[in-house]
């Protein structure tokens, strides 16, 4: 059947039903398509509650797996509270994690300063990470929140933005992140 005979039995088709017939249609197909839709955002959103369901059950059991404090001496809370920050040797962990959400935010980490910090009596060190940041205010604000959910034992010493013009789209920021880490693990 050629494209011509097609669209000559469809006008047949939608005569033969009329105008409320042909309305009728036009309503049956919009609902299967906004229910497809709506099943679609739903699993969309089912996906989401699952994934957010087994991160809080791992915090439970994180949090479940811990000695209860008022049972422990202060040498052992102590103890239980290094333990809840990485070795040394795990910073590179650390900066994966920064880079991936710079990709996700489709921002450019071109050049960056790192220093470790220790003192000699101090049991947790410091590494400080200052990276330049150029994009949309949102995208800096969502890397940096994206980076402190993601390393939690990792914070934000300093934030400094710099706009060019009042109108300018593009911020460019200067963020200082530290990471703690127990150097006698």
């Known amino acids: 059947m050629n494209a ?8 047949y088709r939608l005569a033969q039903l009329g105008g409320v017939g042909t309305l009728g249609l036009v309503m049956a197909l919009v609902a299967v398509l906004g229910w497809f839709t709506l099943i679609r955002a739903g699993e969309k ?13 791992q915090q439970v059991q994180s949090k479940s797996s811990l000695p209860i404090s008022s049972a422990l001496n202060h040498e052992e ?28 935010q489709e ?5 960056g300063e790192y220093a470790w910090l220790q003192t ?12 330049p940041v150029k994009g949309t205010f949102k995208q800096v ?6 980076v402190l959910k ?8 300093n934030a400094a933005f710099k706009r ?22």
């Open 45 to 57: 959103e089912l996906v989401t509650s699952h994934k957010k369901l087994g991160s809080l059950q």
């Open 107 to 111: 921002l450019m980490l071109e050049t």
């Open 4 to 11: 011509v005979a097609l669209q000559r039995q469809l006008q």
């Open 120 to 131: 000699g009596s101090e049991r947790l060190a410091r590494y400080r990470i200052t990276l």
């Open 164 to 185: 060019d013009k009042v109108d300018d789209a593009a911020v460019e920021a200067k963020l200082v992140f530290v990471v703690f880490v127990d150097t006698q693990p």
């Open 150 to 157: 993601d390393n939690t034992t990792l914070a934000l010493e």
């Open 141 to 146: 604000l969502t890397f940096m929140d994206m």
């Open 77 to 104: 809370q102590l103890t239980v509270f290094y333990k809840s920050f990485p070795a040394g040797d795990r910073v590179p962990d650390a900066l994966k994690r920064i880079y991936r959400a710079a990709d996700k």
